[in-house]
């Protein structure tokens, strides 16, 4: 049947309009559409999910999505603590100390009404057949007793919510995989046999507990509840296809429900994307990621190419020459590295050694000032390019550190570390542009600590007397552009929705006197 018409959706008539938004269904009148209505609401959305020799089981655009708009908003099937979680409460996810416990199972609670949260009430009864009480020592340090909760959780599914059971369970698991990664043994006693021979569980055998903890670990977001991270399991938007260069952001509201927005312009037929890694990170470090929790090898256009688009996230400088250094086969974890200007080469074993070392010296700075990360991107200047990923992570870091840090407020900052972070922002930006564009966070982010930067920086300057009064006109008329795109994009974070915006902004404006 061709695209452009089909069969009434209400009455079975031939017919030629259709749904504006979805485009999936036909109507043969307006009066039909209307009836169908009520129906047809919940069904309707600009993606149909398709399958792909790489991709898999993916969304695809069914038209054209505008930049901003909501693609998606999906309840949780199941939300529950995430591996290596230290104890949380069960009923409602907060941190707690272990002045309280379950009655029956004996797992630590925040308060006596969480024994009968929709949460946890289900699989008490299961956490109850344990062979001995829980021990807890440490309440700040993982615990391996929490990692079979969720897991249960969806099992318990089957009979509770057959409904959203099924979706679970139609999705990928990479069981296969799993079971020849390091991953194998940590389900396998801390869920599996945690289940079967200490808890006692005789729900699923198993393979179906091994299963389930493989659709979680390959398919769960990770997000905040009652200021915890946990994971959830949300089957509709876990068809999106991954891309170091995604077309979509999410965020979850007061109730977990996902909310998924284009950040770009989605052309009709194309695949509706977000990143299952950290957009910052270079390749290097992107696909050891993915290969080990998602258990694929991303080939996108970012990753086949040694510039990484032009941003040289991963580029290296020469020791000999000072040349760049680059991969010489992005797509082989263990392709030498050469100089593009004299004939030194490295080993990529090296090459990853030293990305390993420098991630955690990174992470390991002390954060009480900004002269660590300072002398940080003094350090490394003559081994990794200006660009790399680890002078790209210090200077976001930086970005963020002055202005905000009650140390380094606007007031306080010095000249030269104001117009450091206007240069910053300004770098920062340029590179957002190519692997995180549009509506993103990043680029959200960027923008409103510029504006703050500059509208600092041009007071600075009035004070003494440096520029004129008439000086400060450009930087003040740029501030303004920044921040209403800033506005526009932050405007759906949750943080910033209920005031949270407008706080940040009236605290600004008090603290420059604007």
Not at 41 to 51: A, D, I, L, S
Not at 132 to 146: L, R, T, V
Not at 174 to 199: G, P
């Amino acid at each position: 049947m061709p695209e452009s018409q089909g069969l009434c959706e209400v009455c079975s008539k031939p017919a030629k309009q259709f749904c504006s938004s979805c485009r999936s269904v036909f109507y043969c009148s307006r009066e039909c559409q209307k009836q169908d209505w009520k129906n047809h609401k919940g069904k309707c959305k600009p993606y149909v999910v398709q399958n792909h020799s790489i991709y898999g089981r993916h969304m695809v655009a069914t038209r054209d999505i505008r930049a901003g708009e909501v693609i998606l908003k999906e309840s949780p099937a199941v939300v529950g603590p995430k591996l290596r979680s230290s104890p949380v409460c069960l009923g409602c996810h907060k941190v707690i100390s272990g002045s309280f416990t379950c009655s029956k199972c004996h797992y630590p609670l925040c308060a006596p009404s969480c024994e009968i949260s929709k949460y946890h009430k289900v699989e008490c009864r299961v956490l109850a057949g344990a062979a001995g009480k829980i021990k807890i020592d440490n309440f700040e340090a993982s615990h391996p007793a929490y990692e079979c909760v969720t897991p249960l959780r969806c099992l318990l599914l089957k009979e509770e919510d057959p409904k959203k059971w099924e979706a679970i369970n139609q999705l990928q698991d990479h069981a296969k995989n799993i079971k020849n990664s390091e991953m194998d043994d940590v389900i396998q006693r801390n869920t599996v046999d945690f289940l079967k021979n200490y808890m006692k569980y005789d729900g699923a055998d198993s393979s179906e507990i091994y299963r389930m903890s493989g659709i979680l670990l390959v398919n769960s977001f990770e997000l905040k509840h009652n200021g915890q991270r946990i994971r959830g399991v949300y089957p509709q938007a876990a068809m999106m296809a991954h891309d170091c260069i995604p077309n979509t952001k999410h965020a979850f509201d007061d109730d977990l429900t996902l909310i998924l927005r284009a950040t770009i312009v989605i052309r009709k037929g194309s695949p509706i994307t977000s990143t299952y890694t950290n957009i910052l990170w270079n390749t290097l470090q992107r696909r050891k990621q993915l290969k080990a929790v998602k258990y694929f090898l991303c080939s996108c256009r970012r990753c086949s190419d040694p510039l990484e688009l032009g941003t040289h996230l991963s580029t290296l400088l020469c020791s000999e020459c000072g040349g760049h250094v680059q991969s010489t086969a992005p797509l082989e974890m263990d392709a030498s590295w050469a100089c593009l200007k004299c004939s030194n080469t490295l080993l990529g074993k090296t090459v990853s050694w030293g990305d390993q070392a420098l991630y955690k010296e990174l992470r390991g700075l002390d954060h009480i000032s900004s002269q660590p990360l300072e002398e940080f991107l003094d350090h490394y200047q003559k081994a990794l390019h200006p660009k790399h990923r680890f002078f790209v992570e210090a200077k976001y870091a930086l970005i963020k550190f002055y202005g905000n840090h009650p140390e380094y407020r606007y007031r306080d900052m010095t000249r030269e570390q104001l117009e450091r972070k206007v240069t910053y922002c300004r770098e920062l930006l340029e590179l957002a542009d190519i692997i995180d564009p549009g509506l993103s966070l990043f680029r959200g982010t960027l923008l409103f600590e510029l504006q703050a930067a500059l509208v600092a920086l041009a007071k600075m300057l009035l004070s003494n007397e440096i520029i004129s009064k008439d000086g400060t006109q450009d930087y003040m008329t740029e501030a303004v552009k920044h921040l209403k795109e800033a506005s526009e994009i932050l405007k759906h974070e949750p943080e910033m929705e209920k005031g949270g915006l407008d706080a940040k902004l009236k605290m600004l404006s008090e603290e420059l006197d604007i």
